[in-house]
Nanobody, 126 residues
Framework: QVKLADSGGDLVQAGGSLRLSCAAS????????MGWFRQAPGKEREFVSA????????YYADSVKGRFTISRDNAKNTVYLQMSSLKPEDTAVYYC???????????????????WGQGTQVTVSS
């Protein structure tokens, strides 16, 4: 069983930066695709970014492309999301996710992620 602990959310001004972390425990996720999703109040959860098992493939939602960078350190069993040029519309609870179904040679669909973190709040003030 994989447990994901996501952290790093905070209150930040527009234009600022944050780095989210997702530490996995229970077993190694080095063969799993990993991803980040977010859910704003009153909205459905949406895909933000994903990364393949070895980190060679990364995927981004159009809304964050060029501003967010996903990375992973398999030695630490950890995935990161570096967020820059933050906008008020980035305000949401961000969730880390892992997929044991795919290593991520293609962008995984949300229903392929079978492990989820508890979420971390990111609030961007204008």
């Amino acid at each position: 069983q994989v447990k994901l602990a996501d952290s790093g959310g905070d209150l930040v001004q527009a234009g600022g930066s944050l780095r989210l972390s997702c530490a996995a425990s229970g077993r190694t996720v080095s063969t799993y695709a990993m991803g980040w999703f977010r859910q704003a109040p009153g909205k459905e959860r949406e895909f933000v970014s994903a990364i393949s098992a070895r980190g060679g493939n990364t995927y981004y939602a159009d809304s964050v492309k060029g501003r967010f960078t996903i990375s992973r350190d398999n030695a630490k069993n950890t995935v990161y999301l570096q967020m820059s040029s933050l906008k008020p519309e980035d305000t949401a609870v961000y969730y880390c996710a892992a997929s044991s179904y795919t290593s991520g040679t293609y962008r995984p669909s949300s229903n392929e992620f079978n492990y989820w973190g508890q979420g971390t709040q990111v609030t961007v003030s204008s």
